[in-house]
């Protein structure tokens, strides 16, 4: 079965199209990373899947199911989202325990707290954190907070966008093994928006390469790390990353 | 369980409550630390102090007449001096507490919330709903209060109800717009967005995540306000709208001494200055409260 698949996806702020006919399909279980540099349309696409953006035309299959952009069902269930700045992802005014609560509340899920535990400890926090306020912990402890809350309602598809780039870059390794370790163990699909080639080929199995709203080129992960993307594009990203690596 | 500052001020809280009581500590503490707000504190203690102990403190009756001894100057037998009808001034400055407190409190108690519900409805959903509410608390806006609480006190019938009626409408305007820009600010927050993600809706967002945001500011300025609703009670009492005699409420004692204020001056300045004191303890209170519960210094510590 497919995880996600779109078909002719066209996005728009405010009339103005940013995101030109995109299309590509994610198998379940499956991980998938949209690359390509700001301003190519990668994140926009994640918002019209999530739903924050419902300017959209074509269309988003999730799980075999249509989505209608201005009527759509609450897919929270199926799929949740990751966001990149985690000082900005958490409510400020509310405890780790009241943020996870939340998602369980919300579905009506009755629960004396058992879960909120078991997430605390599947992203590696200690319970000594249930209690604290967002201010009172790093950058990665945050993220790692938001990965727990995504993940609280058992959802079959993890949204990601730029987990790790508002991150040190020790944090960074730590988030991305957490991200691996928990793909494996809960059986997720991702569909991950990076700039970061490295942070590509680590986490996922496929990517699309996105350059001015549009996909230049999909290939897998051997094809990229033996250098063999067809695209003139692809191998300029790839070049600016050898470059970085190399200086 | 012990209650000590150890337990407090953890790092890493056991329950949601201690976590509480651990944020309201360092508030308490931050309030310690701002002489102004304190002093602010103590007045406001002492005004709820004076008027739930009134029938104690006050030495006299508050309404007994005693034609013999009217208009006497402040002395030890009366502190305050007497009115022209030879009451107690002290004693009536004191039952008068009671009346200054249950406007505030009722005025506070029915506009803050109307505003901050109003404001944060307008700033999320934007649109025509925005439009709309926007357009109403203009028109309320376009006009002084105290000339506007004139117009509802005369429609509605003089009595101290009735003002404080007047004075609540006059006042949620102000509210709701504070509330509906502290929800435009973070309205496309991230926070906001994954709490729809996880299927929330309007609603429960407006209620249990804009709210919660806009209540510091909110207490901020109901506090700074109660000054300004302390001197627009006091200003319908003083044309005689507000409260009706023989109630000792101090805007309308005012209004009595305006006539002895060149021979009997105690008769007037006597309850206003209680009028100073008290709207300038919520002011100093409010002043502190702003900089402790400001969201830009928490974290610091």
């Not at chain 1, 996922?204 to 001015?212: N, T």
């Not at chain 2, 931050?30 to 008027?51: K, Q």
């Amino acid at each position: 079965m497919t995880a996600i698949d779109l078909k002719d996806l066209t996005i728009s702020y405010s009339s103005v199209p940013v995101v030109h006919g995109a299309n590509f399909s994610v198998a379940d279980g499956e991980s998938f990373a949209l690359v390509g540099e700001s301003g190519s349309g990668k994140s926009t696409i994640l918002k019209a899947i999530s739903g924050l953006n419902d300017e959209w035309t074509g269309e988003i299959k999730l799980f075999g199911e249509k989505i209608d952009p201005k009527n759509r069902t609450d897919i929270s269930r199926i799929t949740q989202m990751v966001f990149q700045d985690p000082y900005g992802s958490l409510h400020p005014r509310k405890t780790v325990d009241t943020i996870l609560n939340e998602p369980l509340a919300i579905h009506g899920i009755k629960d004396d707290g058992t879960r909120v535990l078991e997430m605390l400890s599947a992203v590696g926090l200690d319970k000594r954190y249930r209690f604290r306020y967002p201010h009172q912990m790093s950058g990665g402890q945050r993220q790692r907070v938001a990965i727990a809350r995504a993940l609280m309602i058992k959802p079959k598809l993890l949204l990601l966008d730029e987990p790790t780039s508002a991150l040190d870059v020790s944090v960074q390794a730590e988030i991305l093994n957490l991200l691996k370790k928990l793909r494996k163990e809960q059986n997720l699909t991702f569909l991950l928006v990076t700039h970061d080639l490295p942070v590509a080929s680590f986490l996922c199995d496929r990517l699309a390469v996105m350059k001015g709203g549009e996909i230049v080129e999909i290939a897998s992960r051997e094809q990229m790390t033996k250098g063999e993307l067809k695209a003139e594009y692809s191998n300029e990203l790839l070049g600016v990353h050898a470059q970085k690596l190399g200086a | 369980m012990k209650l000590s500052s150890e337990w407090l001020l953890t790092d890493s809280p056991e329950t949601k409550g201690q976590a509480l009581a651990g944020r309201a500590w360092r508030m308490w503490l931050a309030l310690l630390g701002n002489p102004l707000a304190i002093t602010g504190l103590v007045i406001v203690v002492a005004l709820v102090l004076v008027s739930a102990f009134a029938p104690w403190i006050a030495p006299y009756s508050p309404i007994g007449q005693d034609l013999e001894n009217r208009l006497l100057p402040p002395s030890w037998a009366h502190w305050m001096g007497t009115d022209e009808l030879g009451r107690d001034i002290f004693s009536r400055v004191v039952y008068g507490s009671r009346l200054t407190l249950m406007i505030v409190l009722l005025v506070a108690a029915i506009s803050a919330p109307v505003g901050l519900i109003l404001g944060a409805i307008s700033g999320y959903f934007g649109g025509w709903v925005d439009k709309f509410i926007m357009g109403v608390t203009d028109i309320f806006l376009s006009m002084p209060k105290l000339i506007m609480a004139l117009a509802f006190v005369a429609a509605l019938g003089p009595g101290i109800e009735n003002a404080i009626i007047a004075i609540a409408i006059t006042a949620w305007p102000a509210y709701a717009r504070i509330a509906r820009a502290e929800t435009l600010t973070f309205r496309k927050a991230e926070f906001i967005d994954a709490i729809k993600l996880q299927g929330a809706s309007p609603w429960r967002i407006i209620f249990n995540h804009v709210l919660p945001l806009c209540t510091s500011s909110m207490i901020v300025r109901v506090t700074l306000d109660m000054a300004g609703i302390i001197l627009t009670a006091a200003g319908l009492g003083f044309l005689g709208l507000g409260a009706q005699p023989p109630l000792p409420e101090w805007g309308a004692m005012i209004s009595r001494g305006r006539n002895f204020i060149l021979d009997q001056w105690w008769v007037a300045t006597m309850p206003g200055f209680a009028i100073i004191v008290v709207s300038l303890g919520f002011c100093f209170l409010g002043d502190g409260l702003r900089d402790i519960l400001d969201p830009k210094n928490e974290g610091k510590s």
